[in-house]
């Protein structure tokens, strides 16, 4: 290890070299050789030849080994006398490498740092060993790069390769951000543009980008689209939980997988509230979720016209047979054929379930099915009230494709819950208060008259609900001759009813 340090160059000598990749050619002498290792992935760590030369002029040369790269001239950054500890900067066209080394046992060990130009979210790090060598035949910086000239368009650029990697810079030497990766035949295989949100991978074929890096300027992932599906991967190419579609109406919709489910949400990745499952048969299908209502479909995203509702702590489901005949089923998915209240609420359910399924086959049928993002949420207030200093109550409506689902807070302390599901001039409403069940039915559109039907715990209720101008005047007879009468005026976003 003495005999090394006596061969050392000043360190004023190499630091007055320019690092500038165009400096002439200098005669060397090998010094130290050995291996390097990338552990920038732990899990696939890559180990290349190191040799460092180191001329008697001053001249410092570093040749990087395949299948590595970061060949090019270096300088003596820092050397410890005491501790022998000493910091080589290298440059290539590509990359700047920085190499703390120490003395080891009979050889040299140490670390070393890299950062790209092309890719400065990439960095890399690894470890090397190093033994004093004997002199070796000269070598030159133009053994270890080769450089040109070459026009695009009307301007000039300098032209570096390393290997099979060639590299297009301005005159003064900086990067232009473009690179290529050459085959056998010393052909472009794959160009690749360099941005500072990340880089495209191209074929110099078609001009088609096959991959992208993407970055925020610290971490990124890769992204691979084949036939419109997009595959995300991490930066050692090592697939990550998410992929992407692009759908008809030119909207991307990202899928998440979780173990053996998938996840959907929007180009925002707002949850769509749509993932994949399994039937007990171990066949996929897909639910797609809208307020309390859940619509299977197979793999291919056709209904399978079942559908789910939870209501009160308690599920149902429901189909519909060829005859188009309900049939509705509770948790245990026992069908429900009892009079009971709680089965003619779930029937209420089921019918507007089926027809809703109804619907959706019918528009499968006019057209291949592709799922459209649900529009966002809009929440309507409505304010009913009866007279100062009585009670009052505030309704939260908000529509998501054919079902409304509204929430009503009572000042008494009273929540109410109601789903309305819309098909053609029929509404069907089932509703929960927290008191208990509250009330289910139907409600007929005819024109600007709504007809309402309705089965309460305490009996049916009747009535109608005329819309004229911007009032809506309503008139209901209840199980024991009661009346309920009162109106409705809308102003803005706001409804403002009062019954009596």
């Known amino acids: 290890m003495k005999t090394l340090l006596c061969l050392r160059v000043p360190a ?17 002498q090998l010094l130290f050789s050995g291996t390097v290792t990338n552990t920038t992935d732990p899990d696939r760590p890559v180990t290349g030849g190191l040799e460092i030369f180191l001329g008697a002029d001053g001249g410092c040369l570093v040749r990087v080994g395949p299948p590595l790269y970061g060949s090019g001239i270096c300088r003596l950054a820092s050397f410890d006398q005491q501790t022998e500890q000493m910091v080589l900067v290298s440059e290539s066209p590509l990359l700047r490498i920085t190499w703390n080394t120490r003395p080891g046992d009979k050889k040299i060990v140490g670390e070393y740092e890299v950062t790209s130009v092309a890719q400065p ?4 790090h690894g470890t090397l060993e190093l033994l004093n060598s004997s002199p070796g035949p000269p070598i030159l910086l133009k053994d270890l790069l080769a450089v040109d000239k070459t026009k695009v368009g009307e301007a000039e650029y300098l032209t570096f390769r390393e290997r099979d990697i060639v590299s297009f810079h301005r005159l003064d030497g900086s990067y232009a951000g473009v690179r290529a990766i050459l085959d056998k035949a010393d052909q472009p295989s794959l160009v690749i543009q360099d941005f500072k949100e990340g880089s495209k991978y191209l074929d110099p074929k078609t001009n088609a980008v096959v991959l992208e890096w993407v970055t925020d300027g610290q971490g990124g992932y890769f992204a691979q689209t084949k036939e419109q599906v997009t595959s995300y991967y991490d930066r050692f190419f090592k697939p990550l939980p998410w992929s992407s579609v692009m759908m008809a109406d030119s909207k991307r919709v990202f899928l998440r997988a979780t173990g053996d489910e998938v996840e959907l949400f929007d180009d ?73 209240f709680w089965s003619k609420l779930a029937y209420g359910m089921a019918v507007g379930l089926a027809a809703y399924g109804q619907a959706l086959q019918q528009q499968s049928a006019a057209r ?57 001039g029929m509404d069907f409403v089932n ?27 305490a009996g049916s209720w009747m009535g109608s609900s005329q819309s004229v101008g911007g009032f809506m005047f309503h008139n209901f007879t209840g199980p024991q001759g009661q009346n309920l009468s009162g109106t409705s005026i809308r102003i803005g976003d706001f409804v403002f009813t009062q019954l009596q």
């Open 12 to 28: 004023v000598v190499i630091l007055a070299m320019s690092s500038s990749l165009l400096v002439a050619d200098q005669p060397t």
């Open 121 to 124: 979210s990439l960095p890399e």
């Open 268 to 340: 925002q990745l707002k949850p769509l509230n749509i993932r994949s499952s399994k039937t007990p048969s171990g066949r996929m299908c897909w639910l797609k979720r809208e307020g309390e209502v859940t619509s299977l479909f197979d793999q291919n995203f056709k209904p399978l016209n079942w559908y789910v509702v939870e209501r009160g702590g308690q599920t149902f489901y429901a189909t519909f047979d060829k005859k188009h005949k309900v049939h509705a089923y509770d948790a245990q998915m026992r069908e429900l054929r009892k009079p009971g």
């Open 368 to 424: 291949s099915y592709q799922y459209v993002p649900p529009a966002p949420q809009v929440y309507a207030p409505a304010y009913s009230t009866v007279g100062p200093g009585t009670n009052y109550s505030t309704t939260y409506q908000n529509r998501v494709g054919n079902i409304t689902f509204s929430n009503t807070y009572s000042s008494t302390g009273t929540t109410t819950s109601m789903t309305t599901q819309h098909l053609g």
């Open 431 to 457: 509703a929960q208060s927290s008191n208990g069940s509250w009330l289910m039915g139907s409600i007929q559109n005819i024109g600007t008259t709504h007809f309402g039907n309705f089965q309460t715990p």
